[in-house]
């Protein structure tokens, strides 16, 4: 059974870091992915970033790039959000999901996604 769980979340001022890991239980396929998506009170769940378990980085979105970094750890079976420079518009329950479809090479659906984490709170204060 595939299972996702999120942690590293936290309550932060403006201008810290936080660092989410993402470990799953169950096989790695090297051309799957992982992504993290966000969702903020009363919006909807967004792709924030994305990368395969072989290490190649698929997808930033313009507004965490310079900002966040996804790494992977194979042997750990873990995806790393590093969060740096936060805001208060970060504020959002952070999830990671795996894709399993080899094209495209990631997508910024939710419902492409197959597995989900339970999600770990970040609130960024002013």
């Known amino acids: 059974q595939v299972e996702l769980v999120e942690s590293g979340g936290g309550l932060v001022q403006a201008g810290a870091s936080l660092r989410l890991s993402c470990v799953k239980s169950g096989l790695i396929i090297k051309s799957a992915s992982v992504g993290w998506f966000r969702r903020a009170p009363g919006a909807e769940r967004d792709l924030v970033a994305a990368i395969k378990w072989n290490g190649e980085i698929t997808y930033y979105a313009d507004s965490v790039k310079d900002r966040f970094t996804i790494s992977s750890d194979n042997a750990k079976k873990t995806v790393y959000l590093q969060m740096s420079k936060l805001v208060p518009d970060d504020t959002a329950v952070y999830y990671c999901?795996?894709?399993?479809?080899?094209?495209?090479?990631?997508?910024?659906?939710?419902?492409?996604?197959?597995?989900w984490g339970q999600g770990t709170q970040v609130t960024v204060s002013s």
């Open positions: 999901a795996e894709y399993l479809n080899f094209v495209p090479k990631y997508s910024r659906d939710p419902s492409d996604y197959r597995y």
